[in-house]
């Protein structure tokens, strides 16, 4: 993922405004030529005589108190009772579970009917293998092709063909709790790492937790550890550079980003025994009031929001770092996304529910006060729609977006980017020199050069 696809995803981020709110994606669904009646929301009416189907649906939506997991919920629900012979069979997981199952999944050609992907370098090796169904024919059907913002589907498009179909758009933020910052005497969001430091010491100092994190999930650590990256090297392209032979990661940039976050683990910032908390315990250590902070993808606004520290909790962008970066210049997070087995034995039908999934996705987040991040398109005002001051706090960072980076596991080679995400997690339980952390990433790369 280069430069130009992050410039790209700018211009995706540049369209999300202040006013969202929802297009009649459910409602103005065409009726089908086949396959009987349509409801309001696109289903189809199917005949008592249709075969019985079971579609396994793989998710990465554990946690029943957030709006995502009530919306898969509803829409799932909604879709059985309208077609009898379908069963929609959840296998939900959390983040990294989801990716090794899908691993060994994919190693047998046993991918389940709906998976999980994330985009580009990630999802390529499945398409590579001929395990994903192109789903241009389904995107046709009813407009759902349209209610995609702007270029954001060729983050998982290969060869003209679109593979898959994401559930957001975010930017990463720093959050945090406004009681907990008063308890601690800290009057000011921080905008120099220094600060964002020694505000981690006060806070750990007064017996608060600064930085909610559950490493075991590494990605975790790597996305905070980029936003560094981000700053130190001055601007977005640092990954691209080493791709294209101009930087090594043995380059300043990088063994600054290794001392700053290792100072942030040496200093007490993240729970204790953090590789052994998943990604939904860490961020309940935020959600119950329990840390300060949380530097997360803007997709949490919804969940906060549903949460016990609702109405207490602020967003801020990453500070500068050295003198270096601009604060809205963001991690940026094209969604994980919703593919379908090439080898389903359900091929038809799994397409009819994804379709309907998808065109009322968009309309049940939207109601569950999740409308924040989402990649479908969204038209009104989130203030008349009943949205939280942080909701709209988050959304207003979208307008100042001038650029950023994509994640470190989207951008480069699976082999490489599961070095990083172990050398990173090490970090947590151990310090290493850092131009020892930059070799690793060098032989990494250099050994599982494309």
Request: glycine share 8%; aromatic share 8%; proline share 4%.
């Amino acid at each position: 993922m280069g430069k130009r696809k992050a410039i790209k995803l700018l211009a995706l981020i540049l369209t999300m405004t202040m006013a969202l709110g929802l297009t009649a994606c459910g409602n103005n669904a065409k009726n089908g030529e086949a396959g009987g009646e349509k409801t309001e929301g696109g289903a189809e009416v199917q005949s008592s005589n249709d075969k019985k189907v079971t579609i396994t649906f793989q998710n990465i939506y554990p946690d029943p108190t957030t709006p995502s997991y009530k919306t898969l919920n509803e829409l799932v629900a909604e879709y059985e009772a309208d077609h009898p012979n379908i069963h929609i069979e959840l296998d939900t997981l959390n983040t990294d579970q989801q990716k090794v199952k899908l691993k060994t999944q994919a190693a047998s050609k046993e991918v389940p009917d709906i998976t999980i992907v994330n985009p580009s370098a990630q999802m390529k090796p499945f398409v590579d293998a001929g395990l994903l169904a192109p789903l241009n024919d389904m995107l046709d059907q009813n407009g759902l092709k349209d209610t995609y913002q702007s270029g954001l589907l060729d983050y998982y498009s290969f060869d003209g063909n679109i593979y898959a179909l994401p559930d957001g758009n975010n930017i990463e933020v720093v959050y945090y709790n406004k009681e907990l910052f008063e308890q601690a005497g800290i009057a000011k969001v921080q905008t120099t790492f220094d600060e964002f430091l020694a505000d981690v010491k006060t806070l750990k100092e007064k017996g608060i937790t600064p930085l909610a994190i559950g490493e075991k999930d590494s990605w975790t650590g790597s996305f905070l550890f980029m936003n560094i990256l981000l700053r130190t090297n001055g601007g977005p392209g640092f990954l691209q550079d080493v791709m294209d032979g101009k930087k090594t990661f043995e380059d300043p940039a990088f063994i600054e980003a290794v001392d700053c976050f290792q100072e942030l683990v040496q200093a007490g910032a993240f729970p204790d025994g953090a590789t052994s908390i998943d990604a939904n315990a860490g961020g309940n250590i935020f959600k119950t009031g329990q840390a300060a902070m949380w530097v997360i993808g803007s997709w949490e606004t919804g969940a906060i929001d549903a949460s016990s520290v609702a109405g207490k909790v602020g967003a801020f962008q990453f500070p500068t770092v050295n003198g270096k970066g601009d604060p809205n210049e963001f991690m940026l997070a094209p969604g994980s996304a919703f593919a379908i087995s090439a080898n389903s034995e359900h091929l038809q039908e799994t397409k009819d529910f994804l379709n309907f999934f998808a065109l009322n996705f968009p309309k049940k987040q939207f109601e569950l006060k999740n409308a924040v991040g989402l990649g479908q398109k969204v038209d009104g005002d989130l203030k008349a729609a009943g949205y939280s001051d942080l909701a709209i706090e988050v959304a207003g960072l979208f307008n100042n977006v001038k650029g950023g980076d994509l994640a470190f596991d989207n951008t480069m080679n699976p082999a490489t980017a599961q070095v990083h995400l172990s050398s990173i997690q090490n970090l947590f339980v151990q310090k290493v020199e850092s131009t020892q952390v930059a070799k690793e990433h060098q032989a990494a790369f250099e050994a599982n050069k494309e």
